[in-house]
């Protein structure tokens, strides 16, 4: 089964890795370094199905109902949502249990001041159909 793994940031992460605060870009290279080993070590399994992370929120735009008969679009960031989409992983593997330990392995990503250490991933199972969508 294919299960999707989602880590959340937010503008102000993105502001620190892109060098705005006091932590420069080459504090996160252990960061990257790290990333880069889970994702061959997912290839390497056989389990990586697709990785991506997102641009900065501040380039995002929210398209949402209908005013008069148009699609109301506001851009990013939004005030009201502090925590983000940052990015995913899509892996297919044994099972919750297994898909569960690969998210778990980023609980260990080193990150300047420990900017991540409060962080989390969601793990969601990936429906093949409607038959499957309340597995």
């Not at 993105?14 to 790290?34: C, H, I, N, R, T």
């Not at 697709?50 to 929210?62: E, G």
């Not at 990015?87 to 690969?102: H, K, L, N």
Request: proline share 6%.
């Amino acid at each position: 089964m294919k299960y999707m793994i989602l880590t959340f940031g937010s503008q102000a992460d993105y502001d620190l890795m892109s060098g705005k605060g006091d932590v420069s870009p080459e504090d996160w290279a252990p960061m990257y370094q790290f990333m880069e080993n889970l994702n061959r070590e997912l290839t390497e399994s056989g389990e990586l199905v697709d990785t991506k992370a997102l641009v900065s929120p501040v380039h995002t735009r929210r398209v949402r109902g209908l005013e008069n008969g148009v699609p109301v679009v506001t851009d990013g960031p939004y005030a009201e949502t502090e925590e983000v989409l940052a990015g995913w992983w899509i892996v297919e593997c044994d099972g919750f249990d297994r898909a569960t330990e690969i998210a778990a392995k980023l609980s260990a990503c080193p990150s300047p001041g420990d900017v991540w250490a409060n962080g989390y991933a969601d793990v969601r199972p990936i429906a093949d159909g409607r038959d499957e969508l309340d597995l």
